[in-house]
């Protein structure tokens, strides 16, 4: 047998260890480099028969384990390679593509998660789990000759004559201890099932000891019925995932199912839409709406990104605005540059354009829903707000196309638009009104104050304090003019629009008593002094409620949505009392003698955190005095009583 020994010419010498060392993160990239190669050859074959009108075999793609001699075998019916061939594209070509892979990781020090995904190794990830590879190929050219090429994990390889008969490449992989893993089917399985789950051709996985093992016991069995079938054409991919089919011939179901096979633990997914461009770049996918999971964390990123079928990443980071990761499905397309590294992504044009055009055709499926049909839209606001509002606040493209779009839950617990709330205002308050949007704060205003509101007509939107705050600054911002807009909370809406009576000099003398009741002297030196402040609402039933500073309130809220917990809620308040409410009064009139001033102190204290409840709610520390204050005053009163 004769053989022919070259060496690989490289400037990094270490570029075998540095392949190796990389398997401690993402290690089983070997199986989607090796398998996309062999799709790729079919492909090459395919392109080229149909140029010469040659026959070609359907293209397929086997991995064979075969635990016994420790190998995996990738083997493929694709257009072969010649002995120079191999020598220039394996030995020379892609070395330098993966020389090129080291010294980016040493000189830019980027996280190897980062380059992996966008940096295809190539064939020379097979040495990340193999001390030695062999590729065993016959070129479909006329006449050629089939060659063996060997290389033990270092710089020199040999070729040798090979016997192979039938058109195509075979590459045997001898895993090392490290990795012996990829030996048992399951662990290649589920790597084939993640990285080749959409490749264009069949991906048979053979695992060779279990097939003799069958094999052998039917060979035992004596009945016919008790042979078991032979597993040597398990299928593990779907050719033609549904993204690449015409979307006027898939039923809904057939979407369902789709999702389901990507995401197999989420529940149905509320809608989707199906992309498909040629112009100017090609880009096809399904984007689904999926339920919002509150215990999920916003930030991971849900879509899976493909190239040609083969799986990438699903970190789209780079591709898409950040907003659209709360989306799930799949985007493939042959015009993102995986190759490189990520700023150059960042910068790319195309990458660009295939965002804007992804972030036009999400919000024009939006828009059209909530034209079409508003119930609808409506009903899935719950899982999908939070969605939009966060890509309005973000992305100008889609704010200018779903700003108008965003609904918000009012006081009669229906979904309306910013539009449609102005448009509801009585006439009576159109003028004070104007380009006002009264919010209530799910979490801490208090509702009393809301249904005063609504007894005169007066609506008011319920806010949450995540993405809310947010979305109202922007709009805040961004409105000028004649649509200028401004949001105001309850307690401050209440006595902006609410006529009230002129504090007459008793009411200022509560006002008085309740402050050296509740706070004492009063400090300039503590901006955060509670304040108490009288106002005579006309049929008020509140005896009391907080008025919080609003843009404090709010700027503390943003902080802290932003994970900056240091700011917690604005301390500076002002309690604002009815003076015509009767327990105001009583407390007042008890004061005024003074063996009565210890319950009136008491009453005025309740209201205080009658107050607070209804609104905020109480501190612990606050909770323990209203609660021996309530069981006090009970006992005074049933003691009265009896
Ligand atoms: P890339 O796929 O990006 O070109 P690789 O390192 O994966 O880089 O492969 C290098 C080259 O080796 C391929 O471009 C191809 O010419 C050749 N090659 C690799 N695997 C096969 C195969 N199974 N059949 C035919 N040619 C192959
Ligand atoms: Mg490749």
């Known amino acids: ?55 070609t075999p359907e293209g ?27 020598e220039k594209y394996i030995a020379q070509l892609a070395f330098s593509g993966a020389e090129e892979f080291v010294k980016k990781m040493k000189e830019e020090g980027e996280s190897t998660d980062e380059i992996i995904g966008k940096f295809g190794l190539g064939f020379y990830s097979a040495f990340m789990v193999a001390d030695k590879v062999e590729v065993n190929s016959l070129s479909m050219n006329e006449g050629a000759k089939p060659t063996k090429w060997t ?87 779907d050719t033609e995932p549904l993204w ?16 389901k096979k990507l995401y197999p633990m989420d529940p149905e997914p509320l809608f989707w839409l199906h992309l498909n461009v040629d112009h100017p770049f090609t880009l096809q996918g399904i984007l689904f709406f ?54 150059a992504l960042q910068g790319d044009p195309n990458i660009k354009k295939i965002s804007n055009y992804i972030v036009k055709k999400v919000a024009e499926s939006l828009k059209k829903r909530f034209k079409q049909d508003r119930e609808a839209y409506n009903k899935s606001w719950e899982d999908i707000g939070l969605f939009v509002k966060y890509g309005v606040v973000s992305d100008p493209k889609f704010d200018e196309l779903m700003r108008d779009r965003v609904v918000f839950k009012n006081s009669n617990d229906e979904l309306v638009t910013l539009g449609e709330y102005a448009e509801n205002v009585p006439e009576k308050y159109q003028e004070k009104m104007k380009g006002k949007v009264v919010y209530f704060e799910e979490a801490s205003s208090d509702a009393n104050l809301r249904e005063q509101l609504k007894a005169e007509g007066i609506q008011a939107i319920t806010t949450d304090n995540y993405i809310d ?109 009815n003076p015509s409410h009767n327990l105001v009064k009583n407390a007042f ?25 209804s609104g905020e709610g109480l501190t612990d520390e606050k909770r323990k005095d209203f609660v021996s204050r309530s069981q006090d005053l009970m006992s005074e009163l049933s003691n009265l009583a009896l």
């Open 1 to 55: 047998m004769s053989t022919r020994k070259g060496h690989i010419s490289v400037n990094t010498n270490d570029i075998f260890p540095i392949i190796k060392k990389w398997l401690y993160s993402e290690h089983d990239i070997f199986v989607r480099e090796l398998v996309s190669n062999a799709c790729d050859a079919i492909t090459k074959r395919e392109t080229l028969a149909r140029t010469t009108g040659a026959e």
């Open 60 to 86: 397929k793609v086997e991995v064979l384990i075969d635990k016994d001699k420790k190998t995996i075998t990738f083997s493929d019916n694709g257009i072969g390679m010649t002995e120079e061939e191999v």
């Open 151 to 237: 290389c033990d994990g270092n710089t020199d390889y040999e070729f040798s004559d090979s016997q192979k008969s039938t058109v195509g490449t075979e590459i045997t992989l001898f895993i090392n201890e490290e990795n012996k893993e990829f030996l048992d089917a399951w662990k290649t399985r589920s790597t084939l099932t993640n990285y080749c789950d959409f490749m264009p051709y069949p991906v048979v996985l053979k695992d060779l000891a279990e097939i003799e093992r069958i094999k052998a016991e039917n060979a035992k069995a004596e009945k016919e019925e008790d042979k078991k079938p032979v597993p040597e054409n398990d299928v593990i991919n």
């Open 244 to 259: 690449k089919k015409d979307p006027a011939s898939l039923t809904d179901q057939d979407y369902k199912d789709f999702y």
């Open 290 to 343: 999926p339920k919002l999971n509150p215990n999920k964390p916003l930030n991971e990123s849900n879509i899976k990104l493909y190239c040609k079928q083969v799986f990438v990443s699903d970190n789209v980071k780079n591709v898409i605005p950040e907003f659209l990761a709360l989306l799930k499905g799949a985007i493939d397309s042959t015009d993102i540059p995986l190759n490189v590294s990520r700023s």
């Open 469 to 577: 705050p947010h979305f109202m600054q922007h709009t805040e911002m961004q409105k000028q003019g004649d649509e200028a807009i401004k949001y105001q909370l309850v307690d401050n809406a209440i006595e902006d629009l609410l006529e009230t009576e002129n504090a007459s000099e008793d009411d200022m003398k509560i006002k008085d008593l309740f402050f050296e009741l509740l706070v004492g002297k009063k400090d300039e030196n503590n901006p955060s002094q509670m304040e108490v402040e009288i106002k005579n609402f006309k049929n008020s039933s509140t005896a009391a409620y907080f008025k919080v500073d609003e843009q404090m309130k709010r700027f503390a809220q943003m902080t802290k949505a932003m994970g900056n917990s240091a700011f917690d809620m604005p301390s500076k308040k002002t309690l604002v009392v």
């Open 589 to 613: 009139k008890l004061s005024s003698s003074e063996d009565k001033k210890e319950l009136a102190s008491k009453i005025a204290h309740h209201i205080q955190d009658l107050a607070a409840i």
